[in-house]
């Protein structure tokens, strides 16, 4: 499928409902709005659907792992329950735009397990199982399990499925289009004020509207700070070339520790294996390819595969309650201000999910989940963990060509990047969104900040928030 592409904003516009971010969450809002015959425009600060949503395993699944028994002793057997339908109707919603709209995204149906292989593991299974056929989901305890490696039992959910997000994604923003609504790429908003209206800018363009929703993964601005209240989480994400896909028949994820998790896909050439895990604060991690070689071992000591063909990290946002913050954080000082984080790595369908709460809140319609999802809900305080860089070396001659480490000189700290031809690039290595010191990611070449998840490019600019702004130039750099 082609990929769609999108002119950038310029100039000043107008519109009931202004999207920030095109991932899962933004077009997910911004088509359901379309369907209704109202006005949208989404701004989107990079490409649409590559971020998180086109990074993730992309499994369309109401199993997350083992949360249905947390969620009963936490949030009741309603809360619990508004969880369920939530994410049931999110993974029906994927399907009906899939099919209404044509998209053609490689969605394949799959059974979902939680496996393990301790056995002193299986009464949490046995646990979850309850929890889940007590909320009206089909769950079932198997102890064989189409792997090529031991295994003592899985809790396996039947008809759910996984696709191709950016493929899925695009297909999303085509409808938007063919709809009337208007997306422009390349597009970071720098700011976010009331007045009158809403008004969002980016460097070349505005617009002003009725509603703003900040789609952006972490809030780049909230009336309730939303950074403190999550915690991100990157993980190791690898593909390999796999002839025998059905050794691995379905999509899995451990209930033990190391979380690992995989399922087979399909590229141009035939068949994949996409293996994830391990998790780690992002940048709190020192040397993040030790992360990949783990994963690797891993996965060749446990299946088949040939080569390694693609290899990444992507990152998601923690809560306390292992539940999204999704609404408007503050309906009366800032009306129409609507946010979406926190999806704990299960956002594709309560990323979806999510699109239908806030489109019903802009359309004026209740919705059963609010107050589930209400992001201003009470939360314990000591979640949030801020860290500091894991990149500090003595010297640049520390740095190994092609690395980079964070160098103080005097009261400032520098960025320092070693490029292979021998030459040195500094940036200032203070995060600009709160201030934080970043920390060197030696495989996605990246400068990663360990307080709140913002990710900047090797020259600084900004590829996640919550920042919004680039890493400052160093020109003064003492070399
Ligand atoms: C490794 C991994 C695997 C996962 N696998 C699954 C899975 O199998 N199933 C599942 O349900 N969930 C999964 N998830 C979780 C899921 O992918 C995410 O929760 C979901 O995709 C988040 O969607 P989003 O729209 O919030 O973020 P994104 O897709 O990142 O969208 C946000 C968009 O906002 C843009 N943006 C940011 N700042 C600005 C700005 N200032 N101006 C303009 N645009 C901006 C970004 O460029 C981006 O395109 C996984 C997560 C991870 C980390
Ligand atoms: S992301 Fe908050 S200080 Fe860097």
Not at 139 to 148: R, S
Not at 366 to 371: D, F, H, K
Request: aromatic share 8%; glycine share 10%; charged share 20%.
């Amino acid at each position: 499928m082609a990929a769609t592409t999108h002119p950038a904003l310029e100039g000043a516009h107008l519109t009931e409902t202004v999207i920030i971010g095109a991932g899962i969450v933004g077009l997910s809002t911004a088509l359901r709005l379309a369907e209704q015959g109202r006005p949208v425009i989404v701004l989107e600060g990079l490409r649409v659907g590559r971020q998180v949503s086109g990074r993730s395993s992309a499994k369309i699944t109401t199993q997350h792992r083992l949360i249905y028994r947390h969620l009963l002793a936490s949030v009741g057997v309603e809360g619990a329950a508004a969880y369920a339908e939530a994410n049931i109707l999110g993974a029906g919603q994927i399907r009906r735009w899939i099919a209404n709209h044509g998209i053609s995204c490689d969605l394949q149906e799959k059974p979902a397990y939680t496996y393990t292989c301790e056995r002193v593991r299986l009464p949490d299974l046995e646990a979850e199982m309850i929890a889940a056929n007590s909320l009206g989901l089909h769950a079932e305890i198997v102890e064989q399990l189409p792997l090529p490696f031991d295994t003592v039992a899985a809790l396996r959910f039947p008809d759910q499925a996984q696709f191709n997000p950016v493929h899925y994604l695009d297909g999303l923003a085509r409808a938007f289009v063919d709809l009337g609504g208007k997306i422009f790429e390349q597009s970071r908003v720098l700011s976010v004020d009331d007045g009158h209206r809403w008004r969002v800018a980016t460097s070349a363009g505005s617009i002003e509207a009725e509603n703003v929703v900040v789609a952006t993964n972490m809030t780049i601005k909230s009336p309730v700070g939303m950074a403190n209240r999550t915690q991100p989480r990157s993980h190791a994400v690898m593909a390999f070339r796999f002839d025998n896909p059905s050794l691995v028949d379905g999509m899995f994820i451990a209930a033990d520790d190391p979380v690992r998790s995989f399922r087979t896909g399909r590229d141009g050439s035939g068949s994949v294996l996409l293996a994830l895990g391990p998790h780690f604060d992002t940048g709190h991690e020192n040397d993040v390819a030790a992360r990949f070689a783990e994963l690797e071992r891993w996965v060749r000591a446990h299946f088949p595969v040939g080569d390694s063909l693609w290899y990444w990290c992507n990152e998601d946002y923690d809560t306390a309650d292992c539940i999204p913050l999704v609404g408007e954080p503050d309906p009366v000082k800032a009306p129409g201000f609507y946010i979406a984080t926190g999806f704990n790595a299960w956002g594709i369908t309560n990323g979806t999910a999510a699109g239908l709460l806030i489109s019903d809140g802009i359309a004026g319609r209740v919705n059963p989940w609010r107050e589930l999802y209400d992001p201003s809900r009470s939360l314990p305080d000591d979640f949030h963990r801020n860290g500091d860089t894991a990149s500090t070396v003595s010297g640049v001659s520390d740095i190994p060509k092609g690395g980079g480490g964070i160098v103080t000189r005097g009261k400032e700290k520098f960025a320092v990047r070693h490029l292979e031809d021998g030459t040195l690039q500094a940036l200032s290595a203070q995060c600009t969104h709160k201030g934080c010191t970043v920390s060197w990611n030696n495989v996605e070449q990246t400068w990663d900040c360990p307080c709140h998840g913002s990710i900047f490019a090797a020259d600084g600019s900004v590829i996640h928030g919550p920042a919004r702004q680039p890493l400052k130039k160093a020109p003064e750099f003492p070399r």
